[in-house]
C-alpha cells in the first residue's frame, strides 16, 4: 500500500510539471490488448499520421506478433506496455473473480508509467472494451494535464463481462454504470454502428458520431489470375481450385462466435448430393480453438477438409481473396457492433453468409452483397445453394465488389479530422 502511494503521488507530481507543455499535435493512441489483433487502432493510428500528427502508440506486443502497419510510418512511436504476468491471467471463473483486482492494479500502474513518460499530447485516443482502468485514467489525465479524450466505441465491456458472470451478477451491473458514467466526460465519441451511436445518445454520450470499419488498401480483389496463382500457393494447405471450392471464416474463438454452429452446417452439407467438395480455412487466434481441433479429429467429414492457419499480416489478406465464400458466425455480446472480418471480406471482393442478430443489416445487405441467416440449417442450405449456382454466386460477388470500392481512408477522413481539428 506504502508503495502504491508513493507511485501515485509520484504520478501527480509529474502530470502537474507536464501540464503545460502539451504538444497541440501529439495525439496518444491506447490499445489495452495485443497490437497485432487491435487493426481498427492501427488504422486509426497510420491515418493520425498521414495527416501531419505525432503519434504514440501504446499496446501490447506478444512475443511474434507482428506490427507491420505502422512502424515504418516516421509521424508513428510505437511503446510496449508490459505485458501481464502469467500468473494474473485467469483460467476459469473462480481465477477470474480472485484475479480480477490485481489485474486491474497491474494495469493501472503499467498504464500510468507508460504515460508518464510520454510526451504530452491535446488528444488520448482509447477504445472501450476494456474501460477498466482506462476510463479513469482517461479522466485522471484529462483534469490535470488538459489532454482530451475520445473514445472509440467497438463493443460494450459490461455486455462481455455478462457472457462470463451473466447479465444479472452484481459485477457486470456495476461494471455497466461505471461504464456508462465515466465516460461521459470524452471530448468525442466514436462508434462502429448507428445502433450503437443511438444507444450511447440515450446513455448521454455527445458529441457522437458513427466512423464505420472499411477495408483498408492491402486487402484488395485478385483480378490477375497470375497473382491469383501465385496467392493460391500461400494457403498452408493441400488445395486444388479446380475440383474444391475455398471457404473462409475468421473468429476470435469466443462465446460470442459459436464455431460449431458452422459445423453443424457443414455435417448437413456433407450429407448432400451433387455438391463440390470444400476447404474451410479458419482463421483467428483463441480459447476454444484446441477443443474445436479435437472436436473434428473426433468427428470426420468426407467431403469438408478443416485447415486452421495462424496467417501472417502479409499472408492473411491475399489468402481471403482467393475464397469463393466467407462465413460470418459473430453475433456480438450487446448486439450492437459490427465485425471487422465481413469488412475484410468485402475488400477482397469475397460474398458473406452471416448470421442474424440486430445490427448486421447495417453491413451485410441481404441479397446485395451477402445473405443472412438465423441458424446452422439456413447456413447449410444457403452454402450448398450458392456452391451450385454460379450465376447467384457471381450477383453477390459484384456486390461485395462495390463495397470495396469505399475505404477506410474515405470513411476516416470524412468523420475525424472536423472532430479533432475543430479543437486546436
Excluded at 204 to 211: E, I
Excluded at 349 to 362: D, Q, R
Aim: charged share 20%; proline share 7%.
Amino acid at each position: 500500500m506504502l508503495v502504491l502511494k508513493i507511485v501515485l503521488f509520484l504520478s501527480l507530481v509529474i502530470w502537474f510539471n507536464l501540464k503545460k507543455r502539451t504538444d497541440k499535435k501529439r495525439i496518444i493512441v491506447l490499445v489495452l490488448g495485443d497490437i497485432a489483433r487491435s487493426p481498427r487502432m492501427q488504422y486509426h493510428a497510420v491515418s493520425f499520421a498521414k495527416l501531419g500528427w505525432k503519434v504514440d502508440l501504446l499496446g501490447y506486443q506478444h512475443p511474434g506478433s507482428s506490427v507491420g502497419l505502422f512502424e515504418s510510418h516516421e509521424n508513428i512511436r510505437f511503446y510496449p506496455i508490459p505485458s501481464l504476468p502469467a500468473y494474473l491471467q485467469p483460467k476459469n471463473r473462480l481465477q477470474f473473480l480472485f484475479l480480477g483486482p490485481l489485474k486491474v492494479l497491474h494495469q493501472f500502474l503499467a498504464l500510468n508509467w507508460a504515460l508518464f513518460v510520454r510526451k504530452p499530447a491535446s488528444f488520448l485516443f482509447i477504445q472501450n472494451p476494456p474501460c477498466i482502468p482506462v476510463f479513469f485514467i482517461a479522466q485522471c489525465l484529462h483534469i490535470l494535464r488538459g489532454t482530451k479524450f475520445i473514445i472509440d466505441w467497438h463493443n460494450f465491456g459490461y455486455s462481455i463481462l455478462a457472457l462470463k458472470l451473466g447479465k444479472q451478477h452484481t459485477f457486470v451491473k456495476l461494471l455497466k454504470i461505471y461504464e456508462k458514467y465515466m465516460a461521459r466526460g470524452a471530448y468525442a465519441h466514436l462508434t462502429v454502428s448507428k445502433r450503437m451511436k443511438d444507444v450511447l445518445q440515450t446513455w448521454g454520450m455527445n458529441p457522437c458520431y458513427v466512423c464505420y470499419d472499411r477495408p483498408p488498401n492491402h486487402f484488395t480483389p485478385i483480378k490477375n489470375e497470375q497473382k491469383k496463382q501465385m496467392s493460391i500457393k500461400k494457403i498452408p494447405c493441400e488445395y486444388n481450385p479446380s475440383s474444391t471450392k475455398l471457404l473462409i471464416t475468421s473468429t476470435s474463438w469466443t462465446p460470442d462466435e459459436d464455431i460449431y454452429i458452422l459445423w453443424e452446417a457443414l455435417n448437413e452439407y456433407d450429407k448432400t448430393l451433387d455438391t463440390p467438395k470444400l476447404l474451410v480455412l479458419i482463421t483467428g487466434k483463441g480459447p476454444m480453438k484446441e477443443e474445436f481441433s479435437q472436436y473434428i479429429k473426433k468427428h470426420p467429414l468426407h467431403k469438408v477438409r478443416f485447415c486452421m492457419p495462424w496467417l501472417s499480416i502479409e499472408d492473411y489478406p491475399q489468402v481471403m481473396a482467393c475464397a469463393d465464400l466467407g462465413v460470418c458466425l459473430h453475433t456480438s455480446s450487446s448486439g450492437l457492433d459490427l465485425p471487422m472480418k465481413v469488412v475484410d471480406l468485402f475488400g477482397c471482393g469475397v460474398p458473406v453468409i452471416a448470421l442474424s442478430y440486430p445490427t448486421i443489416s447495417e453491413l451485410v445487405h441481404d441479397g446485395e452483397n451477402g445473405l443472412i441467416v438465423n441458424d446452422s440449417k439456413a447456413l447449410s442450405k444457403k452454402m450448398q445453394y450458392l456452391l451450385t449456382h454460379a450465376n447467384e454466386l457471381n450477383s453477390l460477388k459484384l456486390g461485395a465488389l462495390k463495397e470495396s470500392e469505399y475505404r477506410w481512408d474515405d470513411e476516416w477522413n470524412k468523420v475525424i479530422p472536423p472532430i479533432v481539428q475543430g479543437s486546436n
